[in-house]
C-alpha cells in the first residue's frame, strides 16, 4: 500500500482504507436488490460488472417528473422487462425487476386507476420478482389506497412486495406500512421494508419483516453507519442497496459498503448474506431467481442484438480496455 491511498482512522485503533481497491473484494459477488439502472449509464454498469455486482433487482419507479398518460408506464413497464434488462446483460449482469404504482403517481388517482389496469399485464412475466416499489410517500389518502391495492395484487400473484418508505415522518410511515402489510395478510417474511434507519430496523425485524437499507449519499444512511447497524443487529433478514437513480447516488455503494465491512472487522459470511444472499432469499420466494443464470448472464457478446437494437452506436467496437486512456 502506498502513500497515495487514503486511510482514515475510524473507531479507536481501527485504520480504514478509504478508495475502493477491486483486489480486495475480488471473488466476491453481489446483489443489488434496489437500483434504477434506466437512469444510468453504460459506464456505471461497466464499473458494477468490475466490482462484482452479478444480479440486480430495478423496481417501478417515478422519473423525477409525472407521467401525463397511461402508455408512459406500459413502455416504462416494457423496458424494464425489455431493453434494460437486455442491456444489462450486455455486461454480464442479471437484471430483475418489480413492478409496481410508485407511491407519488399513486396521487394522480385518475391515472393510477388506469395503471392497476396495466399492472396484471406485467407482473406475471419472467423475470419479474415481485410488486414494488410501493407504499407511502406523502403519507395521503390515495397513496393508501393504491397501497392496498397492490398488496391485494401482491398476495393474489404470490410475489414478495418491495415497499419504499418516506423520507418525512419515516417511523410513522413504517410502522403504518407494516401495519396495513398484516391487516391484508402478507406474511412479513414475504414484505422487504426498503429505505430503513437506525430508527426503524429494531421494529420491521422484531416484526418479522426483511429490512433493506438504501446506502444513499448525504439523505438516507452513510455506510459507516450501516456497518453500525449489522455489528448490532447481526445479518438475519438484513440487506443493502444503492437505490442509485438519476439522482446523486451512488451504483456501487452494495461493493463499497462490502469493504467497508471487511475492513471492519465484520465477518465473511455476514458480508455475504447483507450483500447477496439475503436479497436472493427473500426476492427467490417469486420463484424467479436462479443463482445459475448469474453465470450465464456472464458470457457477454456486446454485439447482441435486442429488437434489432445493440448498445453499440454505428461502427463501434465491443469495449475491451476500459482502463485504457486512449478513446477510439
Ligand atoms: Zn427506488
Not at 408506464?73 to 425489455?82: A, K, N, P, V
Not at 407482473?123 to 407504499?135: D, Q, T
Not at 457477454?300 to 486512449?326: A, H, T, W, Y
Request: one cysteine or more; proline letters at 3%.
Amino acid at each position: 500500500m502506498c502513500c497515495n491511498e487514503n486511510f482514515k482512522e475510524r473507531n479507536e485503533g481501527e485504520k480504514i482504507q478509504t478508495t475502493l481497491d477491486l483486489n480486495e473484494i475480488s471473488g466476491m459477488k453481489f446483489f443489488d436488490p434496489h437500483v434504477h439502472m434506466t437512469s444510468r449509464t453504460t459506464d456505471d454498469y461497466q464499473a458494477m460488472a468490475d466490482a462484482g455486482i452479478v444480479a440486480l433487482i430495478e423496481p417501478s419507479f417515478w422519473l423525477g417528473q409525472p407521467r401525463t398518460g397511461a402508455d408512459s408506464f406500459t413502455d416504462y413497464y416494457s423496458t424494464l422487462i425489455g431493453w434494460e434488462r437486455f442491456r444489462s446483460s450486455q455486461f454480464g449482469i442479471k437484471h430483475y425487476c418489480t413492478i409496481g404504482l410508485n407511491s407519488r403517481e399513486a396521487n394522480n388517482e385518475k391515472l393510477a386507476e388506469q395503471v392497476m389496469e396495466i399492472l396484471p399485464h406485467f407482473m406475471f412475466k419472467e423475470g419479474v420478482v415481485g410488486i414494488g416499489e410501493i407504499g407511502f410517500d406523502d403519507q395521503t389518502a390515495a397513496e393508501d389506497k393504491y397501497y392496498r391495492l397492490q398488496l391485494e395484487l401482491a398476495k393474489e400473484a404470490a410475489l414478495p412486495v418491495q415497499v419504499h418508505t418516506p423520507h418525512r415522518d419515516k417511523k410513522k410511515g413504517t410502522q403504518r406500512s407494516m401495519d396495513i402489510a398484516i391487516e391484508h395478510g402478507l406474511s412479513p417474511y414475504s414484505v422487504i421494508i426498503d429505505h430503513n434507519n437506525e430508527e426503524t430496523v429494531k421494529e420491521v425485524l422484531d416484526r418479522g419483516f426483511w429490512a433493506a437499507f438504501t446506502i444513499y449519499p448525504f439523505t438516507k444512511m452513510g455506510n459507516e453507519r450501516m456497518v453500525e447497524v449489522v455489528k448490532q443487529y447481526g445479518s438475519e433478514r438484513i440487506m443493502i442497496n444503492s437505490a442509485a437513480d438519476w439522482g446523486i447516488s451512488d451504483p456501487l455503494a452494495v461493493p463499497k459498503t462490502a469493504y467497508l465491512m471487511k475492513q471492519s472487522g465484520i465477518s465473511m459470511k455476514d458480508i455475504e448474506l447483507v450483500t447477496y444472499g439475503n436479497a436472493i432469499t427473500a426476492f427467490g420466494q417469486s420463484g424467479q431467481i436462479d443463482v445459475n443464470d448469474f453465470m450465464s448472464v456472464k458470457n457477454v457478446d456486446q454485439s447482441q442484438k435486442f429488437e434489432s437494437n445493440s448498445i453499440l452506436r454505428g461502427g463501434q467496437q465491443p469495449r475491451v480496455d476500459k482502463n485504457s486512456i486512449i478513446i477510439s
